[in-house]
């Protein structure tokens, strides 16, 4: 696998090294003063891809010409299919909007749906991040399970196991033969934590240096194998995480044939973390002015200081030409090998394809604990989209979605523009900043 790695570093370089000039001069005419660009988040609020994002979005901010806003849009469903979807196919070539994504929205599982009417290979990428990545972690008490098969398996919670985290997961027990279960339907990263947090499941993998340091202070959890980032044709752990073993290094002779072929498609994969793009057939002059200002951004201290704090101390850039390879190498395999990665799926309990959005939905309706207060509302943004209000001495927020959402004032129902701050609404949601199922106000 070591002699496959290496060719991830391949780049364009030179065809863009011949063409800045001419760029450059196309560009200086771009300049987004005085508008507001939308940004398509394919995730909920709160995860890796959201946080990344965000972060992105506030310094483009600073570096397009013109220093545009940002107007933040997330689309959850189908694993990231229906806001890629919409950003493929909907969004203006202007360089008025762009995304921010992850591993799985272009994992060649998710391309297979026939709901994902997009092709990653055609997305103008502006460029990448990675944070050192996934790790799995588990329940202290759990490990002894993960290696007794005699022991209750440990339950891991996961969306529909397309991330990068499950195969992580499920390639370390081809090797080792772990007790494990996969728990699926969970909407996000966030619902996931707090499941772990209740005791409901006992692991699952992430990249997020603040999911991590949240985990990790209460004392229950530990991390037990990694996937590690390439850099110099090698695979590295985390510079935070030194001694957890990295799968690359568990794995070397030990794997031959399909699997061995398999697996080195999949480890490719997993070196696209969060990426950032323009829609398809985006002029160049734009795609170049973007490209610039991202470069730019990872060139400030405070950009870097920040990613380093929020996600990962191996906080680094993955430039838009390399993205782009690994890419188009990486999203549609060879039938033998998809054949075989639906197989490993299968295997593990997993569906042999991504989850629907409706699908997604039941699940998430069984999994997730709901909670109603009775509360004043204390304050309302964008346009309904958050609420804000006080459960004993402590404030909570909720998102409201314009379509899963029901809201009622005065036992009509209503649509969330309607919420006044002052009504008092007896609120069913499942955590704070999560999303509300119900909100039912007294005019």
Partial sequence: ?????????????AILIATAAAGNAMAQD????????????????????????????????????????MNYRNMPGGGGVKGTTYFANVLKRDGSAWMGGGTGYVHHQTLRLDVARYDPRTFNFIG???????????????????????????IFGSQDGTGTWEGLLMWSSELMDWNFRFVVGYPGTPSIVLAMRRGEVDGYGTSNAFQIRSLYKTGQFASITQIGQL?????????????????????????TGIAKRAFEFWYLTTQVDKWYALPPKTPAKIVAVYRKAFKRAFADPEFVKAG?????????????????????????????????????????????????????????????????????????????????????????????????????????????????????CKITYPENDGEAQKIDCKK
């Avoid at 696998?1 to 370089?13: K, Q, S």
């Avoid at 394919?42 to 397009?64: A, C, N, Q, S």
């Avoid at 850099?231 to 794997?255: E, V, W």
């Fill in 128 to 154: 990448g991040i990675n944070r050192g990545g996934s790790l799995l972690h588990l329940r202290k008490t759990k490990h002894a399970n993960l290696k007794d098969k005699s022991m209750k398996p440990a």
């Fill in 30 to 69: 771009v300049t987004f003063k005085g508008k507001r660009l939308n940004v398509i988040i394919g995730t909920t609020p709160g995860g890796g891809t959201d946080g990344t994002t965000r972060l992105v979005g506030r310094f483009l901010e600073k570096y397009l010409p013109g220093n545009p806003r």
């Fill in 308 to 424: 380093k704090h929020q996600f990962s101390e191996d906080f680094s850039m993955q430039s838009a030409a390399d993205l782009t390879n690994v890419i188009k190498r990486g999203s549609y395999p060879s039938a033998e090998i998809k054949d075989y990665a639906v197989k490993l799926r299968v295997k593990y309990g997993l569906p042999a394809k991504p989850l629907t959005e409706k699908e997604l939905a039941q699940l998430a309706k069984k999994l997730v604990k709901s909670k109603t207060v009775t509360s004043v509302l204390t304050d309302i943004k964008r346009g309904g989209r958050r609420l804000f209000f006080k459960v004993g001495a402590e404030t909570h927020k909720v998102r409201v979605s314009g379509r899963r959402t029901k809201v009622f004032i005065g036992g009509k129902k209503t649509k969330r523009k309607n919420l006044k701050v002052g009504m008092s």
């Fill in 1 to 13: 696998m070591r002699a496959n790695l290496p060719r991830i570093a391949g780049t364009v370089a």
């Fill in 231 to 255: 850099r110099g044709g090698k695979i590295h752990p985390r510079s935070s995480f030194p001694d957890i073993p990295t799968l690359d290094s568990l794995a070397k002779g030990k794997f």
